[in-house]
């Protein structure tokens, strides 16, 4: 398969692909029209709805331990041989799966993430996606475009993904291990890519279970955390904070971030938090945190940044995503959060990116 791209992306695409698919996927500037490349990507979500496919019946599950033939794969998923094979057939030429022999087929270092039972696994993510929620909700782009309205309101009559998702058990399931499936991608990333030496005890807002705060407590062992989320949200946590061996070093606490944020740290982290929100709530939060910091502290806002050029970048879409699924929310330039910041009292000192598609972005007490 050849992806024709125009010149002036081709370099930054390709920095995207793994090494062992970059054979199949032969990145050519201008080898054809401009309308044959514009036809690829019309033609993108079948990529996204096969790797569905493979995610839903558990193929790469099936492939953990060794290379397996299409008939047992069909008869172990209750599929149609003929049909999960051209599947797979087609997956391997951009790089999921590798077909070893006739019709047998293997895990890739991209089909990995399709396992269920690894760090980062992205199974949930692309069954999440192609879920009938959020399928239909992205078809419904023109009228948000046109309207403003969002798909949950015009083809569901529910105000919010979230009033959605309460009101459907299986979907919100998918919903919430494709998020701790992108959440752990990302919290490795930030630890691996910020310094947070000289810091005593950090407090992560709206942490969830705790997987963050557990990850930069496990790397820092001289740091002590708390964990702030709703009440019913950090009580659950407990039993994850014991099972990452840092409930000693980690209190809980529960409240609103709307009204106050506990007190006394001199690190408070957020992440993928204000996205969801206007700009006019980001800083009511902001002022909260702003409130209960120590003097000499420092705000940690883990989120995408979106570049002002024409670049490509992972972070346009998302912003599609959340204007689609969270009208509310966007994501945002190092300029809007540059401004953010000022508004709740703080000075953005610096952006730190990370090997994911995340920032931690720095800010200190203005003045």
């Known amino acids: 398969m050849t992806i ?14 793994p090494k062992e698919a970059s054979h199949r996927l032969n990145v050519q500037p201008c080898s054809v029209s401009p309308a044959m490349a514009l036809n690829q990507m019309i033609w993108g979500t079948w990529i996204a709805q096969s790797i569905y496919v493979a995610a839903s019946l558990g193929i790469a599950d099936l492939l ?10 069909a008869q172990a998923t209750d599929a149609q041989s003929s049909n999960l094979y051209r599947i797979l057939r087609t997956l391997a030429s951009v790089g999921v799966f590798t077909e070893i022999a006739p019709q047998q087929f293997a895990l890739t270092d991209m089909a990995h993430y399709l396992r269920s039972d690894v760090p980062g696994s992205l199974r949930a993510v692309s069954m999440m996606l192609s879920d009938e929620w959020h399928w239909n909700s992205w078809g419904d782009i023109l009228h948000v475009v046109k309207t ?19 009101q459907h058990p299986e979907s919100r399931s998918t919903y919430n291990k494709a998020m701790n ?46 964990l702030f989320d709703q009440p019913h949200v950090v009580t659950d946590a407990i039993s994850f904070l014991e099972k990452a061996t840092v409930s000693d070093r980690c209190k ?3 409240g ?3 009204e106050s944020i506990s007190s006394g740290s001199d690190a408070y982290i957020m992440s993928h938090i204000l996205h969801d929100w206007s700009d006019e709530e980001c800083v009511q939060i902001l002022r909260n945190v702003r409130r209960g910091i120590a003097d000499n502290g420092r705000l940690l806002v883990v989120e995408m940044v979106v570049p002002t050029s024409n670049e490509f970048s992972f972070s346009k879409w998302m912003d599609i995503d959340m204007m689609i699924m ?15 910041f000022q508004a709740a009292g703080f000075r953005l000192t610096k952006v730190v990116p990370t090997a994911a598609p995340v920032s931690v972005i720095e800010g200190v007490i203005e003045g």
């Open 4 to 17: 024709i791209q125009s010149e002036s992306c081709v370099s930054s695409q390709k920095d995207l692909l």
């Open 64 to 73: 953990e331990n060794g290379a397996k033939h299409v008939d047992e794969l």
């Open 148 to 166: 403003g309205q969002a798909p949950m309101q015009h083809l569901y009559q529910v105000d919010s993904t979230f009033d959605y998702l309460d």
């Open 181 to 226: 499936g992108w959440s752990k991608i990302c919290h490795s990333a930030v630890v691996d890519a910020y310094d947070f030496s000289g810091i005593n005890q950090i407090t992560d807002v709206a942490g969830g279970y705790g997987s963050l705060i557990s990850a930069i407590l496990t790397a820092n062992p001289g740091i002590q955390g708390v």
């Open 252 to 254: 809980t606490v529960g």
């Open 256 to 258: 609103n971030f709307f």
């Open 326 to 340: 969270y009208p509310a929310g966007r994501e945002r330039t190092e300029a809007e959060f540059r401004e953010m």
